[in-house]
């Protein structure tokens, strides 16, 4: 049973290591192989995918809580759900969390994932107080915010070592519900300025169609919101929808997305409006139905998500969007979001600008359009997302990440390249 | 709250039942042998949901402790989960009597010796429920693995009885039978991915079905089904089979 990620693409043979104590880890590293730690199958391409897999989910105890600082002390394997489960009652919530609850600790730091607070609280490393490393000698580290190995870690996709366990400070909530407002636009100009107008909101997002054509190209909802001040803690568990097997791959066409875009856009009331929603409607709308992933069809789907600087966003945002709508490919859900300044991490993925993330099924002819949009986001001195990436060229890659080298070299000092790698690791070399 | 106690707590499944009771408010005697390892486990338990959870050493082969054992147990659990269970290859149990002899004593006669000290207790107070993890394997003996599928099948036989017996003092007991489940001990084995269950489903699955007062679980469900076929199939051609 050969792991996917959750693009389900490319399906290969890999064989998973289960990693439930460090010292079978170690015993795993000692073995003349290559390893990639996965954690939870939910980044999108290949990051996580190797031919021999390290599986750290079942390495998931709770180690300690200091319930007055709100520091949680856990081992890798921990889900952020299990988390929120826990926490979200006493009053606790993540200070970063990412568009799934459904992801592991380790995969959380590995991807250095960020929110729709990132303009005012940055990555998830913001959150981490320290971690501890299996280096590829089976050396156990403790690994501190003022080290190199943190800034390789923090977002360098199990490229430096095994995450075991982890210290992370959580944010005080006072209720579960969420104040939300939702600014519908007509266009890219009011989009952006929608998201100055509102970056003083502690959390925002954009949905965008991204088949609109001409003067409606950029229109959007913009959702904006932050926790309410007081009110209830509680955190049930509400029932899940399943989609219980690959869709056709005909289901997801150009009519179906655009009808599916058109009623999304229509039901939310003109201009500005305003919603009390709990925290799993806000922050993981897509967690609320399992496997969603099967709709794009067996052949999978990717996601493709860049990041434009802010100065030169717009204009490369219009060219991109421009050339999606003319090629027709359709995606369901393309989220807009304006991010704050990058962190000093080697490769975590944000900058200050705006990204735009978009999914599409895997069909003939997409790899070249992914190709033609790489040209406009390295003319826009652009960067794309790792975690989301399954097919990103070396060149394209190594234009947007200037801290490239440090990380090349430190893990071929450490002799780390000779013992992690993901197929992605050897596409981009790095 | 009620305390759950969960006999043979090192299993894959048995942590998850473990994880599951006490998200649902119950707290937790954990027994089994070398306990002690389950120290950093009952710590996650107890910063997840804050419950109780009390280590208990217990070694189920070792019947003339079991009494002393369950009369120590203070306050007296609510329910009592036995998942302790053992399997060895076919081929080992079938030419060594000590590894047939332990198959049957951990998974039929040391759940027998602890369940009716449990049982006598439940009829007396009228109060109280029994979950018995058996296996698939104990619905039909095949080469494939029939030492331990036979003690399982005494293992139903037993629960089924007791179910029977306890019925009139309102405590139920809940027989469970699951099929290929992803563990530790089935780590190195392919199993097909659409019939084998993960440890927390089959977990959620007990809880629902004790619950509610099921008798017969089968997890994934599907095995219900799939052991009506070959419990039908007539003995003159299942003899010859290789399934």
Request: proline letters at 3%; one cysteine or more; glycine letters at 6%.
């Given at each position: 049973?050969?792991?996917?990620?959750?693009?389900?693409?490319?399906?290969?043979?890999?064989?998973?290591?289960?990693?439930?104590?460090?010292?079978?880890l170690?015993?795993?590293?000692?073995?003349?192989?290559?390893y990639?730690p996965?954690?939870?199958?939910?980044?999108?391409?290949?990051?996580a995918?190797?031919?021999?897999?390290?599986?750290?989910?079942?390495?998931?105890y709770?180690?300690?809580?200091?319930?007055?600082?709100?520091i949680?002390h856990?081992?890798?394997?921990?889900?952020?759900?299990?988390?929120?489960?826990?926490?979200?009652?006493?009053?606790?919530?993540?200070?970063?969390?990412p568009?799934?609850?459904?992801?592991?600790l380790?995969?959380a730091?590995?991807?250095d994932?960020?929110?729709?607070?990132?303009h005012?609280?940055g990555?998830?490393?913001?959150?981490?107080?320290?971690f501890?490393?299996?280096?590829?000698?089976?050396?156990?580290?403790?690994?501190t915010r003022?080290?190199?190995?943190?800034l390789?870690?923090c977002?360098?996709?199990?490229?430096?070592g095994?995450?075991?366990?982890?210290?992370i400070?959580?944010?005080?909530?006072?209720?579960?519900?969420?104040?939300?407002t939702?600014i519908?636009?007509?266009?890219?100009?009011?989009?952006?300025?929608?998201?100055?107008?509102?970056?003083?909101?502690?959390?925002?997002?954009?949905w965008?169609?991204c088949?609109?054509?001409?003067e409606?190209?950029?229109?959007?909802?913009?959702?904006?919101?932050?926790?309410?001040?007081?009110?209830?803690?509680?955190?049930?568990?509400?029932?899940?929808?399943?989609?219980p097997?690959?869709f056709p791959?005909?289901?997801?066409?150009?009519?179906?997305?655009?009808?599916?875009?058109?009623?999304?856009?229509?039901?939310a009331?003109?201009?500005?409006?305003?919603?009390?929603?709990?925290?799993?409607?806000?922050?993981y709308p897509?967690?609320?139905?399992?496997?969603?992933?099967r709709?794009?069809?067996?052949?999978?789907?990717t996601?493709?998500?860049?990041?434009?600087?802010?100065e030169?966003?717009?204009?490369?945002?219009?060219?991109?969007l421009?050339?999606?709508?003319?090629?027709?490919k359709?995606?369901?859900l393309?989220?807009?979001?304006?991010y704050?300044k990058?962190?000093?991490?080697?490769?975590?993925?944000?900058?200050?600008?705006?990204?735009?993330?978009?999914d599409?099924?895997?069909?003939?002819?997409?790899?070249?359009?992914?190709?033609?949009?790489d040209?406009?986001?390295?003319?826009f001195?652009g960067?794309?997302?790792?975690?989301?990436?399954?097919?990103?060229?070396k060149?394209?890659?190594?234009?947007?990440?200037?801290?490239?080298?440090?990380?090349?070299?430190?893990?071929?000092?450490?002799?780390?390249?000779?013992?992690?790698?993901?197929?992605?690791?050897k596409?981009?070399?790095? | 709250?009620s305390?759950i106690?969960?006999?043979?707590?090192?299993?894959?499944?048995?942590?998850?039942?473990?994880r599951?009771?006490a998200?649902?408010?119950?707290?937790l005697?954990?027994?089994?042998?070398?306990?002690?390892?389950?120290?950093?486990?009952?710590?996650?338990?107890?910063?997840?949901?804050?419950?109780?959870?009390?280590?208990k050493?217990?070694?189920?082969?070792?019947?003339?402790?079991?009494?002393?054992?369950?009369?120590?147990?203070?306050?007296?659990?609510?329910?009592?989960?036995?998942?302790?269970?053992?399997?060895?290859?076919?081929?080992?149990?079938?030419?060594?009597?000590?590894?047939?002899?332990?198959?049957?004593?951990?998974n039929?006669?040391?759940?027998?010796?602890?369940?009716?000290?449990?049982?006598?207790?439940?009829?007396?107070s009228?109060?109280?429920?029994?979950?018995?993890?058996?296996?698939?394997?104990?619905?039909r003996?095949r080469?494939a693995?029939y030492?331990?599928?036979?003690?399982?099948?005494?293992?139903?036989?037993?629960?089924?009885?007791?179910?029977?017996?306890?019925?009139e003092?309102d405590?139920?007991?809940?027989?469970?039978?699951p099929?290929?489940?992803?563990?530790?001990?089935t780590?190195?084995?392919?199993?097909?991915?659409?019939?084998?269950?993960?440890?927390?489903?089959?977990?959620?699955?007990?809880?629902?079905?004790?619950?509610?007062?099921?008798?017969?679980l089968?997890?994934?469900?599907?095995?219900?089904?799939i052991?009506l076929?070959?419990?039908?199939?007539?003995?003159?051609?299942?003899?010859?089979?290789?399934?």
């Amino acid at each position: 049973m050969s792991l996917l990620s959750w693009g389900m693409y490319p399906k290969i043979q890999n064989k998973a290591f289960l990693v439930d104590s460090s010292a079978k880890l170690a015993e795993y590293l000692k073995e003349p192989r290559e390893y990639i730690p996965f954690g939870n199958g939910r980044s999108y391409g290949d990051s996580a995918l190797a031919e021999n897999i390290l599986n750290i989910k079942p390495y998931d105890y709770f180690l300690h809580f200091d319930a007055e600082a709100g520091i949680l002390h856990a081992q890798a394997g921990v889900l952020l759900s299990d988390i929120l489960e826990a926490f979200v009652p006493q009053g606790w919530f993540l200070k970063v969390t990412p568009g799934t609850k459904l992801i592991t600790l380790g995969g959380a730091i590995a991807s250095d994932v960020h929110g729709k607070n990132h303009h005012v609280q940055g990555c998830f490393s913001e959150c981490v107080e320290e971690f501890t490393l299996m280096t590829a000698n089976g050396e156990t580290k403790t690994v501190t915010r003022d080290s190199e190995l943190f800034l390789a870690t923090c977002g360098g996709m199990g490229l430096t070592g095994v995450i075991l366990d982890a210290k992370i400070s959580l944010k005080k909530i006072n209720s579960t519900t969420i104040k939300q407002t939702t600014i519908k636009t007509k266009n890219l100009q009011e989009t952006f300025a929608a998201f100055e107008e509102y970056e003083h909101m502690p959390y925002s997002v954009a949905w965008i169609d991204c088949l609109a054509q001409g003067e409606a190209i950029g229109k959007c909802l913009l959702m904006v919101g932050d926790f309410a001040d007081n009110g209830k803690l509680d955190y049930k568990q509400k029932p899940k929808k399943n989609i219980p097997f690959n869709f056709p791959s005909f289901a997801l066409n150009k009519l179906s997305v655009k009808a599916f875009n058109w009623l999304y856009y229509n039901k939310a009331p003109a201009g500005v409006s305003k919603q009390n929603v709990d925290i799993d409607t806000f922050f993981y709308p897509l967690d609320a139905i399992q496997n969603w992933n099967r709709i794009y069809g067996k052949s999978g789907f990717t996601q493709y998500q860049f990041i434009l600087p802010k100065e030169r966003s717009y204009e490369g945002l219009k060219a991109i969007l421009e050339k999606i709508a003319a090629s027709g490919k359709g995606s369901f859900l393309a989220v807009l979001k304006l991010y704050g300044k990058a962190n000093a991490n080697y490769l975590s993925f944000p900058i200050e600008g705006y990204s735009l993330a978009l999914d599409f099924k895997i069909e003939s002819g997409l790899f070249e359009l992914l190709d033609a949009l790489d040209a406009i986001v390295v003319e826009f001195g652009g960067r794309i997302y790792l975690t989301k990436d399954v097919r990103v060229s070396k060149e394209t890659f190594e234009s947007g990440y200037e801290h490239i080298e440090k990380f090349r070299t430190l893990r071929k000092r450490e002799k780390m390249d000779t013992k992690f790698q993901s197929l992605q690791s050897k596409r981009v070399e790095i | 709250m009620s305390y759950i106690l969960i006999i043979g707590a090192k299993s894959d499944i048995a942590k998850e039942l473990a994880r599951v009771y006490a998200k649902n408010g119950y707290d937790l005697y954990l027994a089994g042998r070398n306990i002690d390892e389950l120290q950093n486990f009952s710590e996650d338990i107890k910063i997840r949901s804050g419950r109780n959870v009390i280590l208990k050493e217990l070694d189920i082969t070792d019947f003339t402790t079991h009494l002393d054992f369950y009369a120590k147990l203070e306050p007296k659990p609510l329910g009592v989960i036995v998942v302790s269970g053992y399997m060895t290859e076919q081929s080992i149990a079938q030419t060594q009597w000590s590894e047939s002899l332990n198959t049957i004593n951990v998974n039929y006669t040391g759940a027998v010796s602890l369940l009716n000290i449990v049982a006598n207790e439940m009829q007396e107070s009228r109060n109280g429920f029994i979950v018995g993890v058996s296996s698939v394997a104990g619905d039909r003996g095949r080469k494939a693995n029939y030492i331990y599928g036979s003690t399982k099948a005494a293992f139903s036989a037993y629960l089924s009885g007791l179910r029977n017996r306890l019925y009139e003092y309102d405590v139920h007991v809940l027989t469970v039978k699951p099929g290929f489940v992803a563990t530790k001990m089935t780590a190195n084995l392919e199993l097909p991915e659409k019939l084998t269950a993960q440890a927390s489903d089959v977990a959620n699955d007990i809880f629902k079905a004790q619950q509610s007062k099921k008798n017969t679980l089968y997890t994934k469900w599907i095995w219900r089904y799939i052991m009506l076929i070959i419990t039908h199939i007539p003995e003159f051609l299942f003899k010859k089979m290789s399934i």
